[in-house]
């Protein structure tokens, strides 16, 4: 299939900048929960045991919201194209982080979250999608890098207005951005390579195509397995520091919001650098075994902070933060993986499953914990969760320099 209207961009191309500036405002709006959420649920009235409760439980909405948002957006990005998600997504999610000012309850709060869960995710997939079919495919996974780089800072951003401003105001000011750049996305233009197949009779973003082809669904499933880390370290061990920090004997109060926001840096750093890495080796799959060694390091010196101090346990947060990097890596590795009917799909739901497996990682963390405790419990969530991933990556195709103009059949 050849194509004849496709555009090569360059790294700092408008399409770039604007898939980096989108992620930027996702990743603010992601991570806002994890550092306003005792702040936010205490002035709801909430004693300090049920922050913890029922925290898990807004964050697990908001996660399948993901989840769900995640097919949605995947679907339509391959149906309508990659600029419709764009747009949509991100109107979505700005009017329901402005209606998330004016919660009252736990269970308005949880469902403000769950439909800002569903704009929130089309936009990484839908960005990472039109960045690599516009980027040649030496330059591929650099460009990803930047969009990454770039749009990870948002939780940066996120700490310091939550800083200076009282919670409700964070959520406006998340709507506010996201409407802001929906004037730049004017600018946008669609892929020559999605253009190429828009009017060709083929199955366009039919999701459970990936479950009716045993290569597809082995592929689909080992890109899932490999992003678990990601939100084990930042869904159970950052997002709970100040829990964990109690139980390991920590006497100064550790401020999640503060462990979140250095994990972040550092993971920006993380995702900028694994590109270029991993177009220097010439190959995805060594890239995310040095990351992954770099993450179970992190994790190892987590659990071995006994009587420890803040400090410590926000260098440590920023340690496993670069270790889990590779974001940008996995999503970019699952678009690649699929043809042109079903990238936007596939690269769309693959980080959104991986999003949405926090619920599952918390349930299996919570039923460990009456039995080996809170501590352990973590820890033997970790080895489950590096162990499944680093399975898949082994079982997973090297797709570093492949060409992206094919369809699924």
Same mark, same amino acid.
């Given at each position: 299939?050849?194509?004849?209207?496709?555009?090569?961009?360059?790294?700092?191309?408008?399409?770039?900048?604007?898939?980096?500036?989108?992620?930027?405002?996702?990743?603010?709006?992601?991570?806002?929960?994890?550092?306003?959420?005792?702040?936010?649920?205490? %002035?709801?009235?909430?004693?300090?045991?049920?922050?913890?409760?029922?925290?898990?439980?807004?964050?697990?909405?908001?996660?399948?919201?993901?989840?769900?948002?995640?097919?949605?957006?995947?679907?339509?990005?391959?149906?309508?194209?990659?600029?419709?998600?764009?747009?949509?997504?991100?109107?979505?999610?700005?009017?329901?982080?402005?209606?998330?000012?004016?919660?009252?309850?736990?269970?308005?709060?949880?469902?403000?979250?769950?439909?800002?869960?569903?704009?929130?995710?089309?936009?990484?997939?839908?960005?990472?999608?039109?960045?690599?079919?516009?980027?040649?495919?030496?330059?591929?996974?650099?460009?990803?890098?930047?969009?990454?780089?770039?749009?990870?800072?948002?939780?940066?951003?996120?700490?310091?207005?939550?800083? %200076?401003?009282?919670?409700?105001?964070?959520?406006?000011?998340?709507?506010?951005?996201?409407?802001?750049?929906?004037?730049?996305?004017?600018?946008?233009?669609?892929?020559?390579?999605?253009?190429?197949?828009?009017?060709?009779?083929?199955?366009?973003?039919?999701?459970?195509?990936?479950?009716?082809?045993?290569?597809?669904?082995?592929?689909?499933?080992?890109?899932?397995?490999?992003?678990?880390?990601?939100?084990?370290?930042?869904?159970?061990?950052?997002?709970?520091?100040?829990?964990?920090?109690?139980?390991?004997?920590?006497?100064?109060?550790?401020?999640?919001?503060?462990?979140?926001?250095?994990?972040?840096?550092?993971?920006?750093?993380?995702?900028?650098?694994?590109?270029?890495? %991993?177009?220097?080796?010439?190959?995805?799959?060594?890239?995310?075994?040095?990351?992954?060694?770099?993450?179970?390091?992190?994790?190892?010196?987590?659990?071995?902070?006994?009587?420890? %101090?803040?400090?410590?346990?926000?260098?440590?947060?920023?340690?496993?933060?670069?270790?889990?990097?590779?974001?940008?890596?996995?999503?970019?590795?699952?678009?690649?993986?699929?043809?042109?009917?079903?990238?936007?799909?596939?690269?769309?739901?693959?980080?959104?499953?991986?999003?949405?497996?926090?619920?599952?990682?918390?349930?299996?963390?919570?039923?460990?914990?009456?039995?080996?405790?809170?501590?352990?419990?973590?820890?033997?969530?970790?080895?489950?969760?590096?162990?499944?991933?680093?399975?898949?990556?082994?079982?997973?195709?090297?797709?570093?320099?492949?060409?992206?103009?094919?369809?699924?059949?």
């Amino acid at each position: 299939m050849k194509d004849t209207n496709s555009k090569v961009i360059g790294l700092l191309s408008i399409p770039v900048i604007v898939a980096a500036l989108g992620y930027f405002v996702d990743i603010y709006d992601l991570l806002l929960f994890s550092i306003i959420r005792i702040k936010s649920l205490k %002035s709801l009235g909430l004693t300090p045991e049920l922050c913890d409760s029922e925290g898990k439980f807004i964050i697990s909405i908001q996660m399948i919201g993901l989840l769900l948002g995640g097919i949605l957006w995947g679907v339509i990005g391959d149906k309508k194209g990659r600029l419709s998600v764009l747009f949509g997504s991100i109107v979505l999610y700005s009017l329901a982080n402005i209606a998330n000012g004016f919660v009252q309850t736990v269970n308005q709060y949880a469902l403000a979250r769950f439909i800002a869960g569903i704009g929130l995710a089309g936009e990484l997939g839908a960005g990472i999608t039109l960045v690599s079919e516009l980027v040649s495919k030496e330059n591929r996974g650099k460009a990803t890098s930047v969009v990454a780089g770039i749009g990870l800072t948002g939780a940066v951003f996120a700490y310091f207005v939550a800083r %200076s401003f009282d919670w409700r105001i964070c959520y406006y000011v998340g709507g506010a951005l996201g409407l802001c750049l929906l004037f730049l996305r004017i600018h946008v233009f669609e892929s020559g390579m999605y253009k190429t197949i828009q009017n060709v009779k083929v199955r366009k973003g039919n999701f459970f195509m990936f479950f009716t082809n045993r290569k597809r669904f082995k592929k689909y499933m080992l890109a899932i397995f490999i992003g678990l880390p990601t939100w084990y370290v930042i869904g159970v061990l950052i997002t709970f520091s100040t829990e964990f920090g109690k139980q390991f004997g920590i006497k100064e109060p550790v401020d999640a919001g503060m462990a979140v926001m250095l994990a972040y840096v550092a993971i920006s750093i993380g995702d900028l650098l694994i590109g270029f890495i %991993s177009n220097w080796l010439r190959s995805r799959k060594k890239a995310l075994f040095i990351f992954y060694a770099l993450t179970v390091f992190g994790i190892v010196l987590y659990f071995y902070q006994q009587d420890g %101090s803040a400090t410590g346990m926000y260098a440590i947060c920023m340690i496993m933060g670069f270790g889990t990097g590779f974001w940008a890596l996995f999503v970019t590795m699952a678009a690649e993986h699929f043809g042109t009917n079903m990238r936007a799909t596939a690269a769309t739901t693959v980080p959104n499953m991986v999003r949405g497996s926090l619920p599952l990682i918390l349930l299996l963390f919570n039923s460990l914990k009456p039995g080996f405790g809170y501590i352990h419990a973590g820890a033997i969530t970790g080895a489950v969760v590096m162990a499944i991933s680093t399975a898949a990556v082994f079982m997973t195709e090297e797709t570093f320099g492949k060409d992206l103009n094919f369809i699924e059949e």
